[in-house]
């Protein structure tokens, strides 16, 4: 038998992807299936996760002028036939709601009952129900723009799924906009694109790519779609986040007038965009290895943990009493504008146990503090873009001075190292032969670059021969005039293809 | 005719206090219903409302040790059915999910499809989703207590709905607890208890009577429910908050096992809490007035209006700048641990049009500014809480210097108020006579105190005589021995009654 390093998570990322990456979910407690088919449980720590995702965007949409609304979470069905392409992309998979109660079918059995005159789909986006809204707020340009976001739950009955990244339930935030100008609507869906990006990468660590979407890989009902693309690990596109420009196709079926500043009554142009706790399993794929879980500081449900190491009992006051003064005096500090969040991890079970417990879950900075330690004013330190080996011995008083610009180190070393991954993966392409040899399964693929004008024909032909999709045509860089690598005819841009989940 | 006082909310209180109701909702732009029977939309004003009541009982919540979570929408049918009275209480009322597609049925209609093996529930609650999830995650003492809360929309298929108070989807949160000792869960749900008590006063500025529910209004499957009631200004009681000891039903019902530390395996003991949207419904009836809703400072989406008035365009520049340097100079002071919420209106409205438009949202300070105020360096102030017409100059710096004060004097003045209210409106009853003359029609009603041994068909009969419930028995000042005023047998315990919402 061969002597393989041990790892905390069976199998390793190499050994099987997928089951690695159900196996750092379940090893950093982050989420659950439930008995609902598709529906997840999230558990704190993963919803600590999404807390903080949340809070973050949050400030950037207020920042950016939106306010939050809520809207129903039933979609009456005649509204969800109003756009015709939407209704197509949404219709094969959503939870319908026929019934108002359950009663006793007479033997005990409770069935449903009640029959609603017309059936209510759940929410699996709110375009619909939201520009029926909007079309009654909005009366005049006065009115406009309105910038409105929505924190909520969505369903669409997936037929396979996997925790945060595709489950039948799922929460996300939805901005909706109404402009007067499809100049003003382009800009918005531009704007909350980069405010994806610049949180996707601040915060997140996350390296992404800013792309407009062909037509084919469009939101249904879209004139344009953009989206930001991650990179995995397992060299696979993640989509992060998209950002539409509607045109007017929604404020048409759902009928969103104004009255101009010269009288006259025009359709508005529209916008949605959109993040789901899917970034969750981004985040995962991007830093985790295979001890398990690795958090960005900037996003971590916490960012130090605190390992009393009590070798006997009667050093166990000593001990407790040093870990007390350093997570207080660490809570004293601030890191983006709150209080470094600190455990003090003083459960009743082995010291080996408990730092594994940390290294699983993701903490950016583990501390071991044993009686030795105290007398030497020091702490010993384990950073979690490190190996879980390399740990290194600091005078307490100089941990705490620094342990903000350590914090922020690991956030820029998280993203640097992802960078570079993504970079070592992409290659631009620039035949269709080199093409289909940089996706064969025996290949690591990745994202490949090339000139292209995409079809309808050519994206099926793509999926059926390598499961490849364009994945986006990158907004920056992107200039140079070439040669479609399939039909031979110029191009103007280059697409990205990858692999995707 | 008669000349009334004008105010801006038609009807009155005293004219049409439901419609007046509807109107200030309407008025400050609050909520509005939707095509969806029973579903609210909740318009920004109100959503920021609901953020800030968020806010803070989420710290409350993690300062008393609870984690967030997150749990599926939908419940298995079979679920709801396990604890007995759980069911009857809800299956009344809930919407059911019976297919997992539209269709088209061939006439190009499109129809349910893809039929459930088992339907499913859109959450009324989620104690029994919870249990089965718990029942996993608890194996021994050592995973006890078990403090999650969860934010979540739920749906109770409501007959007769209204904005905010009784709507068939709301939003609420709902912990959830699991313990080894009936001790520590009833401490707990007196904790929460005294925690939604503590935010409903010192947040809220609304007063109210922390109680125990007689056995005819507890939840279903607790084996004891406590509640805040408060009073509203038609004198009618709100249920604002509920906890509730479910002892060992949903443990059993759920199966929530766990080995004790001397290894013995038994039931945990639950608990179950929450409040929901609700509390603005309450929040609204508690202190709006004929001129529209009245904000506490501290729950208020905005604490300040600056309203500029400029008499001729050439004056646009100098009130502006000052303005505009009187909004940043409030913007920096901290009110509650953030900046204080500054409005600047500089719509291209009427100024009276702008006033009332702030008066009717009910921001606790306007600042009205002209040249005049201008020369002389003050501002002209309007607090919410008296009468639109009482206005004061003051020095400008003055009024910045004492604004957290002013803020925290509406706050205080606004409990008060509600307060004495309340106390005008109570009585002690000492005989059934008394007490059915208190509450017939032509009377003003509120809350009667009794001495009472309730029973069911007492219960029912006080339903049916007088629509008057049972509130509470109070916690607190209760402890006199005195005449059940129905049966008139010795009772230890006095009951508040009253119609409720």
């Not at 997140?204 to 890989?217: L, N, Q, S, Y």
């Amino acid at each position: 038998m061969s002597k393989a390093p041990k790892t905390a998570i069976t199998p390793t990322r190499s050994e099987d992807y997928p089951e690695w990456y159900q196996q750092v979910i379940k090893a950093a407690d982050l989420a659950e299936t439930s008995p609902v088919r598709g529906c997840m449980v999230i558990k704190p720590w993963g919803y600590a996760l999404w807390e903080n995702i949340q809070a973050k965007l949050d400030a950037d949409f207020k920042a950016t002028g939106h306010r939050n609304a809520y809207f129903p979470l039933f979609i009456p069905k005649s509204f969800i036939e109003k756009e015709a392409e939407h209704v197509d992309g949404f219709a094969k998979e959503c939870a319908v709601v026929t019934h108002a109660r359950l009663e006793d079918d007479g033997t005990g059995q409770l069935v449903p009952a009640g029959e609603l005159d017309e059936p209510l789909v759940v929410r699996p986006t709110s375009e619909t129900i939201i520009g029926d809204v909007f079309s009654r707020w909005i009366q005049s340009y006065r009115d406009l723009p309105l910038l409105i976001n929505q924190w909520a739950n969505v369903v669409r009955w997936e037929m396979r799924t996997r925790l945060f990244l595709r489950t039948s339930e799922f929460l996300w935030q939805e901005g909706h906009t109404a402009h007067a100008t499809p100049d003003e609507a382009e800009e918005e869906t531009l704007k909350m694109l980069e405010v994806y990006a610049r949180f996707a990468e601040d915060y997140m660590a996350m390296p992404v790519i800013k792309g407009r979407k062909t037509d084919d890989e469009k939101f249904p009902g879209a004139v344009d779609t953009y989206t930001i693309e991650a990179m995995m690990q397992d060299h696979k596109a993640l989509q992060a986040g998209t950002s539409h420009f509607l045109g007017q196709n929604f404020s048409k079926s759902s009928n969103i007038k104004f009255l101009s500043s010269e009288s006259i009554e025009e359709y508005a142009w529209t916008t949605s965009w959109g993040v789901s706790t899917r970034l969750i399993g981004g985040l995962i794929m991007t830093h985790s290895d295979d001890d398990g879980l690795i958090c960005p500081p900037r996003i971590a449900p916490a960012h130090i943990a605190i390992i009393p190491v009590i070798p006997k009992p009667a050093l166990a006051d000593k001990v407790n009493t040093f870990c007390d003064q350093l997570a207080e005096d660490l809570a004293k500090i601030q890191y983006l504008g709150a209080p470094i969040k600190v455990e003090l991890d003083k459960r009743d079970i082995r010291g080996g146990e408990k730092a594994w417990s940390w290294i699983k879950k993701g903490i950016p900075i583990r501390l071991e503090v044993g009686p030795r330690d105290i007398d030497n004013h020091s702490v010993f330190v384990g950073r979690r873009d490190k190996g879980s080996k390399e740990k290194y011995g600091q005078n307490r008083d100089e941990f705490i001075a620094t342990a903000v610009e350590t914090l922020e180190d690991i956030q820029k070393l998280l993203f640097q190292r992802a960078l570079s991954y993504r970079e070592a993966a992409s290659k631009v392409i620039h035949s269709e032969k080199d093409f289909y040899a940089f996706f064969q399964d025996d290949q690591p693929s990745g994202f490949a670059i090339a000139h292209c004008n995409m079809t309808d024909a050519l994206a099926e032909k793509l999926q059926k021969d390598l499961k490849v999709t364009a994945r986006c045509i990158p907004l920056e860089n992107n200039e140079t005039a070439g040669t479609c690598i399939f039909s031979g005819d110029a191009s103007d841009k280059k697409i990205v293809f990858a692999k995707s989940y």
